[in-house]
T-cell receptor, first 115, second 109 residues
Framework: GAVVSQHPSWVICKSGTSVKIECRSL??????MFWYRQFPKQSLMLMAT?????????EQGVEKDKFLINHASLTLSTLTVTSAHPEDSSFYIC???????????FGPGTRLTVL | AQRVTQPEKLLSVFKGAPVELKCNYS??????LFWYVQYSRQRLQLLLR??SRESIKGFTADLNKGETSFHLKKPFAQEEDSAMYYC???????????FGSGTKLNVKP
């Protein structure tokens, strides 16, 4: 199989603090990982694409200084929401692509609530 | 600009009835099209992709470049098909994926 995990699955934080979300491919190497945001009853919105060892590519309208992405290894990408505010509350989902296959394997998502 | 459109937010059918979930796209190059499914309380998973031309769980989807569509079809819906279905598009190098807004399929007994 191809399993992707996310940690934590649920986090509550105070406004102004930073939160780090990890995305790991457990049994394969992922050259590319994707970060999505999903609002209630809405579709996934691609935030950024990260490639191992290089800077992430952000979608238009996504603040790169706000959402820091690090893809330090072939099995780990992290998303840090800096100085979180209530409007950042959302469901964050990562996916990983096995090299060249085109199929994405999704993590279970992380529910972020900013008070 | 690339775009994936799923016009129906909710589709309700009775068990055994045919199902068609619509997906239209706009893309300047040669796209790769996918259907993803999300069952209740589960993560997104790939249902099928156009290049494999497979039938998964009785579902098929044909890429119609003339109509820029990739509709998902199943001749006889089952209750266990009830889920959210997302149509997605990527370029040939799979470096970006764009999802439609999703269609909730509800199969009634």
């Amino acid at each position: 199989g191809a399993v992707v995990s996310q940690h934590p699955s649920w986090v509550i934080c105070k406004s102004g603090t930073s939160v780090k979300i990890e995305c790991r491919s457990l049994d394969f190497q992922a050259t590319t990982m994707f970060w999505y945001r999903q609002f209630p009853k809405q579709s996934l919105m691609l935030m950024a694409t990260s490639n191992e060892g290089s800077k992430a590519t952000y979608e238009q309208g996504v603040e790169k200084d706000k959402f820091l992405i690090n893809h330090a290894s072939l099995t780990l990408s992290t998303l840090t929401v800096t100085s979180a505010h209530p409007e950042d509350s959302s469901f964050y989902i990562c996916s990983a692509e096995r090299q060249g296959e085109g199929e994405q394997f999704f993590g279970p998502g992380t529910r972020l609530t900013v008070l | 600009a690339q775009r994936v459109t799923q016009p129906e937010k909710l589709l309700s059918v009775f068990k055994g009835a045919p199902v068609e979930l619509k997906c239209n796209y706009s893309y300047s190059g040669s796209p790769e099209l996918f259907w993803y499914v999300q069952y209740s309380r589960q993560r997104l998973q790939l249902l099928l992709r156009h290049i494999s031309r497979e039938s998964i769980k009785g579902f098929t989807a044909d890429l119609n470049k003339g109509e820029t569509s990739f509709h998902l079809k199943k001749p006889f819906a089952q209750e266990e098909d009830s889920a959210m279905y997302y149509c997605a598009l990527s370029g040939r190098n799979f470096n970006k994926f764009y999802f439609g807004s999703g269609t909730k399929l509800n199969v009634k007994p």
